[in-house]
T-cell receptor, first 114, second 115 residues
Framework: QKEVEQNSGPLSVPEGAIASLNCTYSDRGSQSFFWYRQYSGKSPELIMSIYSNGDKEDGRFTAQLNKASQYVSLLIRDSQPSDSATYLCAVNMESNFGNEKLTFGTGTRLTIIP | ETGVTQTPRHLVMGMTNKKSLKCEQHLGHNAMYWYKQSAKKPLELMFVYNFKEQTENNSVPSRFSPECPNSSHLFLHLHTLQPEDSALYLC??????????????FGPGTRLLVL
């Protein structure tokens, strides 16, 4: 069974601090990785995508990928109360039908404390 | 607003009812997806349509029947559902052809309650 694992949280971080969200995946052949943010009662929205080992920065967000360790993380700098949401890690894996399909983790619920 | 719309946004139905969920994407994408999101479970991929052809069916019970008349519209027909089918049903679309780097854009979802 190909899986994506996340700590469900809740993760509480003081406002202004760095929030660190982690994700591991089982398919060593995966090449594409995504972080989605989902506010309560809303649908997921894409925050970051990353395809190569190393760091990718976009504003206050940094995605980190280590394919050898099968690990991807999301750092949020200068955390704001508006960052409080569930963060979903998604990894492209080969499906039973031989296609690429996105496999999601259960999500980590993040709360930023003012 | 992501360019993917879903109707209805909320639906309550009995186990003997028949209803349909509708999804429309205005992004010019060629692939559409149905996902189920239940509490404390990962998003579950149900069906994938690529250029109107179904390419994935992840062991979904036959009481869920998808229909994709064109690349912009996707339906999920529901009949004789069970209470455990209550969930948020999300539609997504993407532009296939970039070797797995396609971003999926989600609609707002339909919150379904089966009584």
């Amino acid at each position: 069974q190909k899986e994506v694992e996340q700590n469900s949280g809740p993760l509480s971080v003081p406002e202004g601090a760095i929030a660190s969200l982690n994700c591991t995946y089982s398919d060593r052949g995966s090449q594409s990785f995504f972080w989605y943010r989902q506010y309560s009662g809303k649908s997921p929205e894409l925050i970051m995508s990353i395809y190569s080992n190393g760091d990718k920065e976009d504003g206050r967000f940094t995605a980190q990928l280590n394919k050898a360790s099968q690990y991807v993380s999301l750092l949020i700098r200068d955390s704001q109360p508006s960052d409080s949401a569930t963060y979903l890690c998604a990894v492209n894996m080969e499906s039973n039908f031989g296609n690429e399909k996105l496999t999601f983790g259960t999500g980590t619920r993040l709360t930023i404390i003012p | 607003e992501t360019g993917v719309t879903q109707t209805p946004r909320h639906l309550v139905m009995g186990m003997t009812n028949k209803k349909s969920l509708k999804c429309e994407q205005h992004l010019g994408h060629n692939a559409m997806y149905w996902y189920k999101q239940s509490a404390k479970k990962p998003l579950e991929l149900m069906f994938v349509y690529n250029f109107k052809e179904q390419t994935e069916n992840n062991s979904v019970p036959s009481r869920f029947s998808p229909e994709c008349p064109n690349s912009s519209h996707l339906f999920l027909h529901l009949h004789t559902l069970q209470p455990e089918d209550s969930a948020l049903y999300l539609c997504a679309s993407s532009q296939e052809g970039n070797r797995g780097r396609e971003t999926q854009y989600f609609g707002p979802g339909t919150r379904l309650l089966v009584l």
